[in-house]
């Protein structure tokens, strides 16, 4: 069965970078470009070119660097900002300008002080500008969350007429329960005059943890694009995880969805933007924390020597990630440990590994984790001559 395309629309340089302490140079936003194009994103949005000189620059020199994904800028629905941005994108093979404005009642009253009918003169004003620049223009209704479906449609309808390209759905506060979100992306599909003309995108913030079902929610009910951070990084809780998206769909193929990313680079991916962040990534985060393929438990340590699978339904390989590795702690039993004393060098004999492991339990209640040094030091603690292999 051919699958269909989810558009990746990675803003690990625009979203990501809003992370307090997270500030990247410029020469550090175009080496992550050059990533994330090899990567297979299909979008990369490179900055906010009106928020600073610096931003602009990244922006335009992203804009000059990047062969294969379209180069994105965001903008408020205001004229100098799309003017600063489609010069920021002119070098751009494909450039996209992003502009919108929130839609929710909160933002309309508190945010602009408005109301609805102004709200989408803002929005189409917006969309037609962008569009006298660019051919490829995304609306964006922030805060579209929590705005209410009836109106959000008539948003759509009136931006989808002014030639937007791509509409984006953000559930910028982290509000939405994946079947309020999916439902609302159905509502719009089915409800909004000439939908069929634009890519509807998810854009899931992650403040109750529900960003990657969210947006997994979205897809399912017809959105083709997910806007996403590698490691999710982002504002407040974080954006939705680029490398959990990807790996999800890969791993359902029977969604019937999938992406241009090679999820070989992965990992490595999370780690060059971890350091050039200076963002750790939580040990037991999905598919790229030191701890996704890691097992330390006696009974799965067992279960994975036998056969991968038991434990593990993604192949670490295929996110670029070497092979699991069996963790030893006091919880661990011995075929862990005759496995790891194995790598380092000694073929224990059933009765020979009784007697090491009666020793590496002693050790192994000192001592947090056992590595692969202490493994000599246990085998010589014991009164038994085991050579080394
Ligand atoms: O979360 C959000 O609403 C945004 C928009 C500016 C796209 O980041
Ligand atoms: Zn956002």
Redesign the pocket.
Known sequence: MSKDKVQIFD?TL??GEQVPGCKLDAEQKLVIAERLDNLGVDIIEAGFPISSPGDFNSVLEISKLVKNATVCG?TRAVKKDIEVAAEALKPALRPRI?T?IGTSDSHIKHKFNSNRDVIIERAVAAVSYAKTFVEDVEF?A???GRTDNEFLAQVCEAVVAAGATVL?I???TGYCLPEEYGAKMKYLKENVKGVHRAVLSC?C?NDLGLATANSIAGVVNGARQI?CTINGI??RAG?TSLEEVVMILRQHPSLGLDTNINSKLLYSTSQMVSQKMGMMVQPNKAIVGANAFAHSSGIHQDGVIKNRETYEIIDPADVGVNESSIVLTARSGRAALAYRAKIVGYELTKLQLDTVYQEFLKFADRKKEIMDEDIHEIVAATDVAIEKV
């Open positions: 803003t625009r979203d965001l992003h919108g964006y922030e805060d579209a984006n953000p559930d910028t854009h913030h806007e982002g504002e954006n």
